[in-house]
């Protein structure tokens, strides 16, 4: 079998890689790259419709809302 897959360097907030730190910790995920794979899949499932129109708002809305919380904490 071919291998199929190509290598993309990607700069992330240290804060996206916490999270997602946490997440394998948790057991969810196995890898930084299974994470970074499966959001790429949610984002192509959205752009082409087949996921609920609003989820890309909602996402946005939720993000906005903790990114607030956790700078109001830190204050």
Known sequence: MAYNKVV???KLERGLVKEMDELIKEHKFSSKAEIIRYG???V???ERKKLP????ERAERYLYED?????????
């Open 44 to 46: 192509t499932l959205f």
């Open 53 to 56: 129109l609003d989820l890309h």
């Open 8 to 10: 993309l360097p990607v």
């Open 67 to 75: 990114s607030k919380k956790r700078f109001k904490d830190v204050s």
């Open 40 to 42: 790429i899949r949610l």
